[in-house]
């Protein structure tokens, strides 16, 4: 799993011409510390991980229909919450300690509105709960059963969703009962999709079922504006993956889009967000975490702290899986 480094090539979606804006060129800039980003023309969708392909594919759909951006990342990890396969996403993703399935989720647009919800059970689609919040009241985040009556009474439907290899794989835990994620296992526990469409505008999306186990009531980065995402139309976008709480303490994508603000070109603003991480943490062991970055001049990147971390690239009509740059290997 660590050494993989697919590319995958996906057929054509969407207008030729729509795709003929999509080509992409080198990078050239020589100042960059750590690995070259590739600068992109056109719509990019970047998804964190290999559900980031699915993801990734709906979203560019959107896109080249002639859907908006913020339309385009909301789609986009829908797909991932609805598929029930996935054990760190949506209503199919691991349960806490107490055997309940919680999910977070934020979005964010070119504007810098943003909604988002934490701590939810019983339904598919908080990130368009996130929507909701963003668009249909003046706050930011709801949370817990609060969030969940905001939901049912505009027009969410709850539901159950019991899936019996979940279930075995907590009463396997609780015999233990032991907090110990595995990296790249059970540390690719959320989906965040940052994507900038062909007039330059950017948006963002992260949904997470958060961590395998965790304590009934803990919320990690993805819904929190600032840590697991964040999008400044000036400048770029950015998300995050990965132990949440690392993340929350270093407002890491806020982190990285400040450092382009500041010049910093993707891979390397990445980079210096994890290393804060590694240094603020100088015991840490087996905690994995990346992010990816867009810069509003089609500019990408991605570092994680281990080898692993991969994710899905869009542009035109190419789809593939990349490995991000990383500063530690996992033995
Ligand atoms: N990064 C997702 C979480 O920590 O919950």
């Keep these: 799993m660590q050494d993989r480094r697919h590319f995958l ?47 990734n594919a709906k979203a560019w759909e959107v896109l080249s ?34 055997g309940h399935v919680t999910l977070d989720a934020c979005i964010q647009d070119h504007e810098g509105r943003a909604g988002a ?70 540390n690719h526990d959320t989906i965040g999709m940052i994507a900038l469409d062909a007039n330059g505008r950017l948006a963002g999306s992260c949904t997470t079922s958060g961590m395998a186990f965790k304590v009934h009531g803990r919320v990690g980065d993805s819904p929190i504006i600032g840590a697991g995402l964040f999008v400044d139309g000036e400048v770029g976008a950015a998300c995050a993956t990965g132990i949440g709480e690392l993340v929350i303490r270093t407002a890491g994508s ?19 967000a994890v290393r804060r991480i590694i240094k603020q ?22 570092w994680s702290v281990y080898r692993g971390f991969n994710y899905a690239l869009r542009t035109g009509e190419k789809s593939e899986l990349r490995d991000a740059g990383f500063d530690r290997e996992w033995a």
């Design 9 to 55: 090539k996906i057929g054509l979606v969407g207008t030729a011409a729509f795709a003929t804006a999509c080509t992409s060129e080198p990078a050239n800039d020589p100042a960059t510390v750590g690995e070259a980003s590739p600068r992109l023309k056109g719509p990019i969708v970047l998804s964190t991980w290999e559900h980031g392909i699915q993801a």
């Design 117 to 186: 919800v934490a701590f939810v059970q019983r339904y598919e689609h908080p990130i368009s709960i996130a929507r909701a919040v963003m668009e249909r009241t003046p706050h930011v985040l709801l949370v817990g059963a609060g969030a969940e009556r905001w939901a049912s009474e505009n027009g969410f439907v709850a539901r159950d969703v019991e899936i019996p290899e979940v279930k075995a794989k907590w009463l396997e835990w609780l015999k233990k009962g032991e907090y110990k994620p595995i990296v790249n296992i059970e």
């Design 281 to 302: 943490n100088p015991g840490m062991k087996d905690a994995q975490v990346g992010f990816l970055a867009i810069r509003k001049d089609g500019t990408v990147g991605a």
């Design 65 to 98: 229909s002639g859907g908006n951006v913020l339309d385009a990342v909301e789609q986009g990890v829908a797909v991932v919450e609805s598929d029930f396969s996935n054990r760190s996403v949506g209503l199919g993703g691991m349960p806490d300690r107490d």
């Design 254 to 272: 806020h982190t990285v889009v400040e450092l382009m603000r500041h010049g910093m070109e993707p891979t390397a603003a990445c980079q210096e």
